[in-house]
């Protein structure tokens, strides 16, 4: 089976703290992702990454910046957090685009809560 | 710009009744389309990819199918634990997954 592995199910930060969130996953997918989802919004795309040391911005980049140093390995990083940034996020990871299975598959998410 | 929505956003049926969920996209070249389902407080669990139109896929008492404009996600006597967010998503032309907001479904024993 397919696992994504989120560090924390829950996490209280005060404003203005720098937050990381740290993903891995196990499958050597070539793809991972960070989302958010909020109620009536949906899941947005925060950055995803499509190699080691590559990455690109999702629809709401802003006051968010990523890191892959490994393959496994994505984390999210919340430069100075606010309280618009309570949220749950969601990590995913999924093979490359040019591979016929391309379904993404989804850690069990981080609810953080900026206080 | 790649579009997904999801019909109803909630709906409600008795223990045994069955309907369908639906979801329209607009894309520019098909790769996949995904159902998800989401259980409260957690990460959505991937259940299906639909490729081209005509194509079906059944899990259990669930069965999707798919057109050239949208998907349906048929739920036949359904029980209580199938109780959840069902999530639809489309690959187009890049990495990304474009979500939908989702049908909230509650089976009532």
């Known amino acids: 089976d397919v696992k994504v592995t989120q560090s924390s199910r829950y996490l209280v930060k005060r404003t203005g703290e720098k937050v990381f969130l740290e993903c891995v996953q196990d499958?050597?997918?070539?793809?991972m992702f960070w989302y958010r989802q909020d109620p009536g919004l949906g899941l947005r795309l925060i950055y995803f990454s499509y190699d080691v040391k590559m990455k690109e911005k999702g629809d709401i980049p802003e006051g968010y910046s990523v890191s892959r140093e490994k393959k496994e390995r994505f984390s999210l990083i919340l430069e100075s957090a606010s309280t618009n940034q309570t949220s749950m996020y969601l990590c995913?990871?999924?093979?490359?685009?040019?591979?016929?299975?391309?379904?993404?598959?989804f850690g069990q998410g981080t609810r953080l809560t900026v206080v | 710009e790649d579009q997904v929505t999801q019909s109803p956003e909630a709906l409600r049926l008795q223990e045994g009744e069955s309907s369908s969920l639906n979801c329209s996209y607009t894309v520019s070249g098909l790769r996949g389309l995904f159902w998800y389902r989401q259980d409260p407080g957690k990460g959505p669990e991937f259940l299906f990819t639909?490729?081209?139109a005509g194509e079906e896929k059944e899990k259990e008492r669930l069965k999707a199918t798919l057109t050239k404009k949208e998907s349906f996600l048929h739920i036949t006597a359904p029980k209580p634990e199938d109780s959840a967010t069902y999530l639809c998503a489309v690959q187009g032309g890049s990495e990304k997954l474009v979500f939908g907001k989702g049908t909230k479904l509650t089976v009532n024993p």
């Open positions: 639909l490729y081209s």
């Open positions: 995913a990871s999924s093979l490359a685009y040019r591979a016929r299975n391309t379904e993404a598959f």
């Open positions: 499958m050597d997918h070539e793809n």
